[in-house]
């Protein structure tokens, strides 16, 4: 299998743009010689999102209320520049701004320059910075991406130290055409604490911010724990050269919630929330997720998470949210399906149908918050309940079961081919081959499922398999009973997982690999005709 790459960016491309913007075949927008106390800069970085072959968002921050003016050009001088756009950012979005841009030429690097202005005086304008991403092909080309999940969870923040989120950096090594985040983008119920002291005596130390100090409430709390993580280097300039597709999980509010859940376990009251109801949190976390994470609008449900992204002939990705429409969390054993055994909901389990069963991509990605048969507990503190879709029975689906086995079927009856699971969420990296004639449930086609996480958090597993649907553990990588649970990134058992479609054989190399970048695991997968 031939292995994909694409140049580097140039050392005028990287973060920053070498100046302001230039009058005539430059640059659209008009320059300005810039006021120094006057000038608004980009906080946090740039971020693109939900690229297609024609299509991105795009992601910024300024130091004051401006007007994000954005460019994009096939190189990073832009001489020609293809087109441009602009968004506000203003006090309501908490200086945040992202805006799509369109008519893009398809499997084509795009740079993106993105200048600040001053909307107090439009003459002032920022120090423009450079982001750049590559759109998805319209013929057979090779396409590379990685995922994983899990970002500064268990008080493990940034430690500079130490080097900051290195897996990041090593990610970006390989030069993806894009990442996904398959949940658990920031930790809004963990606070970070300066010092942490480690078994061998010695201290993590991390950066520390006052939203950052407790579990988030407000929604200026829940925004910065993404301002949070954007402090760190290697996010930062992974996010200028790799665009993210990013779904959420429980952590985005806080640990294994569900939407109408009364705040009364042990633990919410450890955390000492105000509210009664979760509802009130997730609205306020929905609002700062949408606002600081580079995702697609949706015109008729403005919080949805749920969207596929076609990447090209070869790849279609699923990007689901179990989050948002289930149940409640509990023993989940009903025998009928109904609204207390809802995961994803009838509405979203309908749009995957119709969308799996529309796809033409040789590949679709189902990229899923959490795994299929690994049992997570919903309380630990009584031991009680799933938070996840399987009870740990071995048995015939019940509950949450019910919603996946039918689309299994589904798949199969409709002869969609070539589904691979892509997940996260357990704190190890895992392979699982799901063999119907291992399964109690046995009317589906065998398929993968990849686990692989945490990108910058705690360590833990490895979890136990429910048989319902036959997973065959193929790969495991977690920490060993002498090493205990919730090991710091300092371990080494960090990971991501990586994937390579070849786009001469249209074989799909799955790689898990660890924040040194030793890849641990792998196999190619041969697709059905």
């Known amino acids: 299998m031939q292995r994909h790459t694409r140049n580097g960016p140039t050392r005028r491309g990287v973060m920053r743009a070498s100046g302001l913007l230039t009058l005539g075949s430059a640059g659209l927008f008009t320059p300005a010689i810039s006021r120094a106390a006057d000038r608004p800069s980009l906080t946090h970085g740039l971020q693109s999102g939900d690229v297609t072959a024609d299509s991105a968002i795009v992601w910024a921050r300024a130091s004051q209320p401006s007007r994000l003016r954005i460019e994009f050009a096939t190189t990073d001088s832009f001489a020609s520049v293809l087109g441009g756009v602009y968004v506000d950012a203003l006090p309501e979005s908490d200086l945040a701004g992202k805006a799509g841009v369109q008519a893009l030429p398809a499997g084509q690097d795009i740079f993106y320059r993105v200048t600040p202005q001053n909307l107090a005086d439009p003459s002032v304008l920022g120090e423009a910075m450079v982001g750049r991403f590559r759109?998805?092909?319209?013929?057979?080309?090779?396409?590379?991406?990685?995922?994983?999940?899990?970002?500064?969870?268990?008080?493990?923040?940034?430690?500079?130290?130490?080097?900051?989120?290195?897996?990041?950096?090593?990610?970006?090594?390989?030069?993806?055409?894009?990442?996904?985040?398959s949940g658990d983008t920031v930790y809004a119920d963990g606070p970070i604490v300066a010092e942490v002291k480690l078994k061998d005596g010695t201290m993590w130390t991390n950066v520390v911010t006052e939203e950052k100090s407790k579990p988030a409430e407000t929604l200026a709390e829940f925004r910065g724990q993404y301002k949070y993580n954007l402090l760190d280097q290697n996010m930062r300039a992974f996010n200028a050269e790799v665009p993210t597709y990013a779904q959420w999980d429980d952590h985005e509010v806080t640990n294994n919630w569900w939407p109408e859940e009364p705040l009364t376990?042990?633990?919410h009251l450890r955390k000492k929330?105000?509210?009664?109801?979760?509802?009130?949190?997730?609205?306020?976390?929905?609002?700062?997720?949408?606002?600081?994470?580079?995702?697609?609008?949706?015109?008729?449900?403005?919080?949805?998470?749920?969207?596929?992204?076609?990447?090209?002939?070869?790849?279609?990705?699923?990007?689901?949210?179990?989050?948002?429409?289930?149940?409640?969390?509990?023993?989940?054993?009903?025998?009928?399906?109904?609204p207390a055994a809802y995961f994803l909901g009838p509405t979203q389990i309908a749009w995957l149908k119709r969308e799996l069963a529309a796809s033409k991509a040789t590949w679709k990605v189902i990229a899923a918050d959490m795994p299929i048969s690994i049992y997570v507990v919903y309380d630990a503190d009584r031991n009680f309940g799933s938070k996840a879709v399987s009870q740990l029975d071995n048995g015939v689906p019940l509950g949450r079961e019910l919603e996946i086995a039918d689309l299994l079927g589904f798949i199969k009856?409709?002869?969609?081919?070539?589904?691979?699971?892509?997940?996260?969420?357990?704190?190890?990296?895992a392979a699982h081959w799901y063999d119907p004639s291992a399964a109690k449930f046995q009317d589906f086609d065998p398929f993968w499922e990849f686990v692989s996480g945490p990108i910058h958090?705690?360590?833990?597993?490895?979890?136990?398999?429910?048989?319902?649907?036959?997973?065959?553990?193929?790969?495991?990588?977690?920490?060993?009973?002498?090493q205990g649970q919730n090991?710091?990134?300092?371990?080494?058992?960090?990971?991501?997982?990586?994937?390579?479609?070849?786009?001469?054989?249209?074989?799909?190399?799955?790689?898990?690999?660890?924040?040194?970048?030793q890849a641990l695991w792998s196999t190619t997968?041969?697709?059905?005709?």
């Open 457 to 482: 958090a705690g360590t833990f597993g490895p979890g136990d398999l429910d048989q319902t649907f036959g997973p065959q553990l193929k790969y495991v990588k977690a920490p060993t009973a002498e």
């Open 135 to 181: 759109t998805a092909p319209a013929d057979n080309r090779n396409v590379a991406f990685v995922w994983s999940g899990d970002t500064a969870g268990q008080g493990w923040g940034i430690n500079e130290e130490w080097g900051g989120m290195k897996a990041y950096a090593t990610m970006l090594r390989h030069r993806p055409d894009f990442f996904i985040h």
């Open 265 to 267: 376990r042990a633990e």
């Open 525 to 529: 997968i041969d697709p059905a005709s």
């Open 413 to 429: 009856r409709e002869k969609v081919r070539n589904t691979v699971w892509l997940t996260a969420d357990v704190h190890y990296t």
């Open 273 to 338: 929330y105000g509210e009664k109801y979760a509802l009130a949190m997730v609205a306020r976390a929905h609002r700062a997720f949408h606002e600081f994470i580079p995702i697609a609008a949706n015109p008729f449900e403005p919080a949805r998470v749920y969207r596929k992204i076609g990447y090209g002939p070869l790849v279609d990705v699923f990007m689901l949210d179990m989050r948002s429409y289930r149940g409640p969390n509990g023993e989940d054993r009903q025998a009928s399906y109904g």
């Open 487 to 517: 090991l710091p990134p300092s371990a080494g058992l960090q990971f991501f997982g990586q994937v390579e479609v070849d786009g001469s054989t249209r074989q799909m190399k799955v790689t898990l690999r660890n924040v040194a970048d």
